[in-house]
């Protein structure tokens, strides 16, 4: 797949009708080196994407469920097909390590098949009350055009659980992309059209838009747009709901988390220990839902310690793009950018200075690697609890640790977070892990296991982990007019 596009990406090449100002930007993330830009859109090339997106809304409300489905099945077959040169463009713009971001790919065309076999019968009329004089159901209708804000650590997986639902459900959508992955933007944007082109259906359905921040107010403003969805940080939560909600529009938001991970008891302290710091180090500590702080019960908690330390000690910096499997290699890759680097530094010298001990790792990696975005995976314990760095989310390496005397005090303590996103708990006594589970307070929960992330389970968060659902039965219902139809016989 190349990167040219044909549409709206397209049309903001160099020149006189291109935007001044910044510009979607490709950075490899293992090397420093800048490999695309794009320009933004002008106002006048985004005005006439919303009129387009608009006219296809009203023929594509229209088209059969199943047929809208067929172009969610194609996609998916498409995204299957193309996954490893998918996966090449992400590990290029983000420094996601190969292995897993074919499998990225790959879990982007499930969710597609989840929704392309599924979603008729989810958009089908709930019948409420048919009797012999009446018959009365919820419809499950489109409500027209969506705007999606999608990050850049999941590139193709985010767009995947926004789009697949929606676009079945009968919706149109107009994505923004994270402007530090334009070639994954337009990667996954020409596979959409050519799932709608070879099954008959305009492309103007799904548009990519390299917008500035100031349009992208403007398309929340735009009475034609019913909705939209955001996956980011709280500050741009905050700033889309607000917008949104001046604009009576609808919006989801999946935000981050801190989310708690709970071991009240095991069999093998080791392998425990493997296991959070594997959990924790997928996509390089860049998942919004990681187990961000693990919480050990006070007996196991000196050998918890030791054994991460001894797993993190024997993990090195390679080329992401020559990573296969990171734990059985024993590898980690860069973060995404320079910024999130030197973040993740700025956050580490400021858990030390509030009283935190760094066991191993947390440097900025030199030699071979000095031009790329790494930093060394780091155990961390001793955060205080309370101060103003434990509140903080750490989004990169960084294994923390806490200690718990108790049961209760293990829930408090995770439950001591301003995020609700995930949770997981494990014990080997029969129901404690359960048990403990149900004081929880967080949008998913796992016992003796991670809550389970597949295109059928719903994924979403309370608190300032944001509102709202994606994938599964509940995430086709978010942007759909759940229409009360009654009918005398």
Same mark, same amino acid.
């Given at each position: 797949?190349?990167?040219?596009?044909?549409?709206?990406?397209?049309?903001?090449?160099?020149?006189?009708? !291109?935007?001044?100002?910044?510009?979607?930007?490709?950075?490899?993330?293992?090397?420093?080196?800048?490999?695309?830009?794009?320009?933004?859109?002008?106002?006048?090339?985004?005005?006439?994407?919303?009129?387009?997106?608009?006219?296809?809304?009203?023929?594509?409300?229209?088209?059969?469920?199943?047929?809208?489905?067929?172009?969610?099945?194609?996609?998916?077959?498409?995204?299957?097909?193309?996954?490893?040169?998918?996966?090449?463009?992400?590990?290029? #713009?983000?420094?996601?390590?190969?292995?897993?971001?074919?499998?990225?790919?790959?879990?982007?065309?499930?969710?597609?098949?989840?929704?392309?076999?599924?979603?008729?019968?989810?958009?089908? @009329?709930?019948?409420?009350?048919?009797?012999?004089?009446?018959?009365?159901?919820?419809?499950?209708?489109?409500?027209?055009? $969506?705007?999606?804000?999608?990050?850049?650590?999941?590139?193709?997986?985010?767009?995947?659980? +926004?789009?697949?639902?929606?676009?079945? !459900?009968?919706?149109?959508?107009?994505?923004?992309?994270?402007?530090?992955?334009?070639?994954?933007?337009?990667?996954?944007?020409?596979?959409?059209?050519?799932?709608?082109? %070879?099954?008959?259906?305009?492309?103007?359905?799904?548009?990519?838009?390299?917008?500035?921040? @100031?349009?992208?107010?403007?398309?929340?403003?735009?009475?034609?747009?019913?909705?939209?969805?955001?996956?980011?940080?709280?500050?741009?939560?905050?700033?889309?709901?607000?917008?949104?909600?001046?604009?009576? &529009?609808?919006?989801?938001?999946?935000?981050?988390?801190?989310?708690?991970? =709970?071991?009240?008891?095991?069999?093998?302290?080791?392998?425990?220990?493997? %296991?959070?710091?594997?959990?924790?180090?997928?996509?390089?500590?860049?998942?919004?839902?990681?187990?961000?702080?693990?919480?050990?019960?006070?007996?196991?908690? @000196?050998?918890?310690? @030791?054994?991460?330390?001894?797993?993190?000690?024997?993990?090195?910096?390679?080329?992401?793009?020559?990573?296969?499997?990171? &734990?059985?290699?024993?590898?980690?890759?860069? $973060?995404?950018?320079?910024?999130?680097?030197?973040?993740? $530094?700025?956050? $580490?010298?400021?858990?030390?200075?509030?009283?935190?001990?760094?066991?191993?790792?947390?440097?900025?990696?030199?030699?071979?690697?000095?031009?790329?975005?790494?930093?060394?995976?780091?155990?961390?314990?001793?955060?205080?609890?309370?101060?103003?760095?434990?509140?903080?989310? +750490?989004?990169?390496?960084? =294994? &923390?640790?806490?200690?718990?005397?108790?049961?209760? /005090?293990?829930?408090?303590?995770?439950?001591?977070?301003?995020?609700?996103?995930?949770?997981?708990? +494990?014990? =080997? /006594?029969?129901?404690?892990?359960?048990?403990?589970?149900?004081?929880?307070?967080?949008?998913?929960?796992? =016992?003796?296991?991670?809550?389970?992330?597949?295109?059928?389970?719903?994924?979403?968060?309370?608190?300032?982990?944001?509102?709202?659902? #994606?994938?599964?039965?509940?995430?086709?219902?978010?942007?759909?007019?759940?229409?009360?139809?009654?009918?005398?016989?």
């Amino acid at each position: 797949m190349s990167e040219t596009s044909t549409t709206s990406a397209a049309s903001a090449s160099s020149g006189p009708s !291109a935007s001044s100002g910044p510009v979607y930007r490709a950075v490899n993330p293992a090397t420093g080196t800048t490999t695309a830009t794009y320009p933004h859109l002008t106002d006048t090339e985004l005005a006439g994407i919303l009129d387009t997106a608009a006219a296809a809304a009203a023929t594509w409300r229209a088209t059969p469920v199943t047929h809208r489905a067929a172009v969610a099945a194609r996609i998916a077959d498409l995204l299957r097909r193309h996954a490893r040169e998918l996966a090449y463009t992400a590990t290029a #713009e983000m420094g996601k390590p190969l292995g897993e971001a074919v499998g990225e790919a790959e879990f982007s065309a499930d969710i597609f098949t989840y929704y392309a076999d599924n979603g008729p019968t989810l958009c089908a @009329d709930r019948v409420l009350d048919d009797s012999d004089t009446s018959r009365t159901v919820i419809q499950h209708r489109p409500v027209g055009v $969506l705007l999606g804000i999608m990050p850049w650590n999941y590139p193709y997986y985010q767009i995947a659980r +926004f789009v697949a639902p929606n676009l079945v !459900a009968g919706n149109t959508i107009v994505l923004k992309h994270a402007e530090s992955v334009p070639g994954c933007a337009l990667a996954i944007e020409k596979i959409i059209h050519q799932a709608l082109r %070879d099954t008959g259906h305009p492309e103007a359905v799904y548009t990519n838009i390299f917008a500035t921040h @100031d349009q992208i107010s403007t398309v929340i403003n735009d009475p034609r747009v019913q909705g939209v969805s955001l996956t980011g940080s709280e500050r741009a939560g905050a700033a889309i709901a607000a917008q949104a909600g001046a604009a009576l &529009t609808k919006a989801v938001l999946e935000l981050g988390g801190s989310d708690p991970y =709970v071991i009240l008891s095991t069999t093998d302290v080791h392998a425990a220990a493997a %296991d959070a710091v594997a959990v924790r180090l997928e996509n390089t500590g860049q998942a919004c839902n990681s187990n961000k702080r693990i919480i050990v019960a006070d007996d196991i908690y @000196d050998r918890f310690v @030791d054994a991460a330390v001894d797993i993190v000690s024997g993990l090195s910096p390679r080329d992401p793009a020559q990573i296969s499997d990171y &734990t059985a290699e024993r590898a980690y890759g860069p $973060l995404s950018s320079q910024r999130a680097a030197q973040g993740l $530094l700025d956050q $580490l010298d400021r858990a030390v200075a509030a009283g935190a001990t760094v066991h191993v790792g947390g440097t900025r990696v030199g030699g071979a690697f000095a031009d790329g975005f790494y930093v060394s995976p780091a155990v961390v314990t001793g955060i205080p609890v309370g101060s103003q760095i434990y509140y903080e989310e +750490f989004f990169g390496p960084v =294994v &923390t640790v806490y200690r718990a005397g108790s049961d209760a /005090e293990a829930l408090a303590l995770a439950n001591n977070t301003q995020y609700g996103l995930g949770s997981t708990v +494990f014990a =080997v /006594e029969p129901g404690r892990a359960e048990a403990f589970a149900e004081g929880l307070d967080a949008g998913m929960t796992g =016992v003796n296991q991670s809550a389970p992330e597949t295109e059928g389970m719903p994924f979403g968060g309370v608190k300032r982990s944001g509102y709202g659902r #994606e994938l599964g039965p509940l995430g086709i219902d978010e942007f759909v007019n759940k229409r009360l139809y009654s009918v005398k016989k």
